[in-house]
């Protein structure tokens, strides 16, 4: 069983959608959850870094880390076709170790 | 300021050749990492360097090796390139091994 788990899609929308991506993951130790976003060819940039439970907001995007589901999520509020990536979930135990990834899960979104 | 770079962007070798990698970071950083994208894999850990001056072993290190060549520089050798190294490269740092940065990726073709 892999460490972090991530629905891989491909997932389909219409704009204007809410968009729900999730991860589990299985080390209860993980202290540090981020979301990438990865356009096609194209390294993966980070969009949305938590450390502890709950949800953090910025602007239309969301993440929400459940720590005793073992349960990350990234809501996509009124979603554009400018959102079409592949999101992939990362997290770790912090300091020097090494983040984990999941295997990403690809959206597109069609005007 | 230009982040992560990586040099080339693309190449093909035929099996058995052997080439290095690139990759440099105008931020400071202290560690470094490469990683390997394969379709559906997400990415993972080939080699990663905590700070100048060592390096470990990742989740693929096999066919690999690294050189931390100073603080700015990290690179990547294939000494006898394989088919299974087809794959897109890519290099990250970090100042405190949770928030990486990443570098555009190296597209590598073995035939």
């Known amino acids: 069983q892999k460490e972090v788990e991530q629905d891989p899609g491909p997932l389909s929308v219409p704009e204007g959608a809410i968009v729900s991506l999730n991860c589990t993951y299985s080390?209860?130790?993980?202290?540090?959850f981020m979301w990438y976003r990865q356009y096609s060819r194209k390294g993966p940039e980070l969009l949305m870094y938590?450390?502890?439970?709950g949800n953090k907001e910025d602007g239309r995007f969301t993440a929400q880390v459940d720590k005793s589901s073992k349960y990350i999520s990234l809501f996509i509020r009124d979603s554009q076709p400018s959102d079409s990536a592949t999101y992939l979930c990362?997290?770790?135990?912090?300091?020097?170790?090494?983040?984990?990834f999941g295997a990403g899960t690809r959206l597109a979104v069609h005007p | 300021n230009a982040g992560v770079t990586q040099t080339p962007k693309f190449q093909v070798l035929k099996t058995g050749q052997s080439m290095t990698l690139q990759c440099a970071q105008d931020?400071?950083?202290?560690?470094m990492y490469w990683y390997r994208q394969d379709p559906g894999m997400g990415l993972r850990l080939i080699y990663y360097?905590?700070?100048?001056?060592?390096?470990d072993k990742g989740e693929v290190p096999n066919g690999y090796n690294v050189s931390r060549l100073n603080k700015r520089e990290f690179s990547l050798r294939l000494e006898s390139a394989a088919p299974s190294q087809t794959s897109v490269y890519f290099c990250?740092?970090?100042?405190?091994?949770?928030?990486?940065?990443f570098g555009p990726g190296t597209r590598l073709t073995v035939l």
């Open positions: 990250a740092s970090t100042t405190m091994g949770d928030t990486q940065y």
């Open positions: 080390n209860s130790a993980f202290q540090y």
């Open positions: 938590t450390y502890s439970s």
């Open positions: 990362a997290m770790t135990l912090g300091g020097y170790n090494k983040l984990i």
């Open positions: 931020m400071n950083h202290n560690s």
């Open positions: 360097s905590a700070s100048e001056g060592t390096t």
